[in-house]
Structure formats: C-alpha cells, structure tokens
C-alpha cells in the first residue's frame, strides 16, 4: 500500500534504462554485489528446478521487485522490504553450493563475507565523519558576514547537497550559470557540478578557494554504487571568496 501511494511521486513508467539500473546498480548497492550475484543463482535454481519453499519464498519479492525497478528504480530504500527473502534465497543457494563442495562453498562464503565487511566499513567509516554539508554550513555561519552575496548553480534549498547553513541571513543567488553577472561575494560548487561558474573561464583569477570538504571515496562509491544508498552525503563542497 505504501508503495503504491508513494508511486504519486514517481509513477511507472516501463523504461529499459530504470530496469538496467535498478538491478545493476540499485539492488547491488542494497546487498552488496556478492550478496546479490548468490541471490539471483538462488532465483535462477528456483525457477529451474522449482520446489513449493523456493516458489513461495521467490513469489514473496520478485514481482515487487519487478514493480519498483519501474518506479522508484533509483533508490535503494524503497527496497528494505526485500531484503529478508533476498538474503534467505543467496542463503538457499550458498547451502545448495556447500552441500556439492565444501572447499568452494567456503570460498564463496568467504569472498562473498569478505566483499560485505570492506562495503559496511566504507559506509562505517563515512558516517563516523560529520558530513561535509553540516560542517561547510557552519563555517558559512562562522565565518561569512551577514547579507553577504553567495551564489550557487542550483537551489539552495531540496536535495541538491547544499550545505545546511542561515540561508534568511544571506543575499542568496540561486542558479547562477556562466554567462550570468557575478555580482556575489562568494560561491558554492557541489561534487556533482561539472559545468558550473567555478569551471567557467576567469573565474580563478577573481575568487580563491576558502574552505574545502570531502569524506566520500570515489573509488568506493563507484564499486559499491553508493548514490542509490545515499543522496549526497560526504560528497565534496568547496566554497569560493571573491578576491
């Protein structure tokens, strides 16, 4: 019921591209990929030699599954609700490959363990730190005047991965783009930013970099898809000063 009500905001929309996603990136993410390669050998044993157990344990989450890759397909929490069936059929499998061989099911436990341990620490370790968002926030509040100019490409208010700082305090310049007049005192850039003022030409010569953040890796956010785990947490921020 939930998730039909959440379809509101993203409804379906039967696309090759959220498929493709959803189960090479989202599902990934969400069980880690040693977790979810056991998962689907386990669907795929269900579906070729099908037992009542295997059948009714694939029936509770596959056709949802279905559903939410052509929904909410980014996302890996609209997904929690799979995880119980997910991880008891990559059990059922794992069972299946150490009752044939011992010595590979082993490995395949200790691989699979492996890759899941190195995937928790990483998120471990990124929540420990203070996201960068809160910690450039209070440096704006600390160390920026009042009614000064800041500008940013995006809306400082939503999900951009602002930093969370008085905005009512501040001459706010949203959107700003290349061409548009730098009439600001300071300026933000956002890890995801690939166009932006900062990247514009002369744009060095008139401002200097004053605070500088970033707790994300990105070699581990691209192996463990980790943006369809979290929205911008730890990524990257640099503010800019006018000279």
Excluded at 195 to 210: C, Q
Excluded at 220 to 239: L, Q, S, T
Aim: proline content about 4%; charged content about 20%.
């Amino acid at each position: 019921k939930e998730l039909l009500h959440a379809t509101g905001g993203e409804p379906v929309h039967i696309s090759v591209y959220r498929f493709f996603v959803y189960f090479l990136k989202t599902m990934p993410a969400e069980l880690s990929m040693g977790i979810y390669i056991l998962c689907l050998s386990g669907i795929w044993k269900a579906f070729k030699k099908p037992k009542p157990e295997t059948v009714v344990l694939t029936a509770a989450f596959v056709p949802a599954a279905f559903y939410i890759a052509f929904s909410h397909y980014y996302y890996a929490h609209y997904s929690v609700i799979f995880l119980p069936f997910a991880v008891l059929t990559a059990g059922g499998f794992t069972d299946y490959i150490w009752s044939r061989n011992k010595n590979i099911g082993r490995a395949v436990v200790a691989a699979v363990l492996a890759l899941a341990l190195v995937n928790s620490f990483y998120y471990v370790n990124l929540w420990l730190k203070e996201d960068t968002r809160l910690a450039a926030g209070r440096w704006i509040n600390d160390n920026i005047a009042p009614d000064s100019a800041i500008a940013a490409s995006g809306d400082f208010s939503g999900m951009a991965g602002y930093p969370a700082f008085r905005l009512w305090d501040y001459d706010l310049r949203p959107r700003i783009k290349p061409g548009s007049k730098k009439d600001f005192r300071y300026y933000i850039r956002l890890e995801n930013e690939r166009s932006g003022v900062a990247g514009s030409a002369g744009f060095r010569a008139d401002f200097k970099e004053v605070w500088r953040g970033k707790n994300n890796i990105d070699f581990f956010e691209k192996i463990f898809f980790a943006k369809h785990i979290m929205k911008n947490y730890g990524g990257e921020i640099v503010i800019y000063k006018r000279k």
